[in-house]
């Protein structure tokens, strides 16, 4: 559903090319972030404050030690300065929106929360507000930087479908309870891309990302 809500509103935006004062487009945002922070906090009370806390502090821990936030970061400089310094890519403003629109839409926590918790449970509400915020997002970016952002859709079509068929198949293997930590972890995460969203914090969301892998373990523990 996310790749077709971006190819829309992408399509949209490159033909109606509609301004949006960044005043209005901040307080959409912070209104999307203020949801985001309201999901999470309804998915993160439904599991153990403990197993939670661990998982939080290891990942955080690992995640921060290996800068999974800034290698991902610095390896997409790296991938939009490639593809603009290639001789055969003529067309420097498509490559441009396509690059722009993979790194907004493909990286951070929502792509991968959202997939796990549809591929694990079959609730899609997460991956819902990811379609709301990209498809806003597609319509603003196409509007100033063209058709090539529509081309985004494929690595989100690519990543999040990956994921979750991923996740369906190691359902079956993962009890409730484990399955109710992994979401309750990942709703923090959301709660704090939230935050980041509506401009109260500035969290590094992607080196918290390795606390979602850390419930099965502590729980064999426990």
């Known amino acids: 559903m996310d790749s077709i809500v971006i190819v829309i509103t992408g399509f949209l935006g490159v033909r109606l090319q509609v301004a949006i004062s960044d005043q209005v487009n901040q307080r959409i945002m ?49 991938l939009q300065s490639k593809f603009k310094s290639h001789p055969r890519l003529q067309d420097g403003d498509f ?10 839409f493909c990286v951070g926590s929502m792509v991968i929360v959202g997939s796990l918790e549809s591929g694990l449970t079959g609730d899609n509400s997460t991956l819902y507000t990811k379609s709301l915020l990209d498809g806003i997002t597609a319509f603003l970016l196409a509007s100033s930087l063209g058709s090539g952002v529509i081309f985004g859709a494929i690595p989100v079509l690519v990543i ?27 709703s923090v995460l959301l709660f704090g891309l939230g935050l980041n969203l509506t401009g109260l914090a500035d969290l590094k969301i992607m080196n918290f990302v390795p606390a979602i892998l850390f419930p ?3 729980m064999l523990f426990m």
Do not use: C, N, Q
């Open 216 to 218: 099965p373990l502590i």
């Open 30 to 78: 912070e209104a999307i972030g203020l949801s985001i922070m309201v999901m999470g906090m309804a998915g993160a009370i439904a599991g153990d404050t403990l197993v939670l806390i661990l998982s939080m502090v290891i990942g955080a821990t690992i995640g921060e030690s290996l800068d999974v936030d800034g290698r991902i970061h610095r390896g997409m400089d790296k």
């Open 160 to 186: 999040e479908g990956g994921i979750t068929i991923l996740a369906s198949f190691i359902a079956p293997f993962l009890s409730p309870a484990v399955v109710t930590e992994i979401v309750s972890v990942g």
């Open 95 to 104: 490559t441009e929106a396509f690059i722009s629109a993979t790194m907004l």
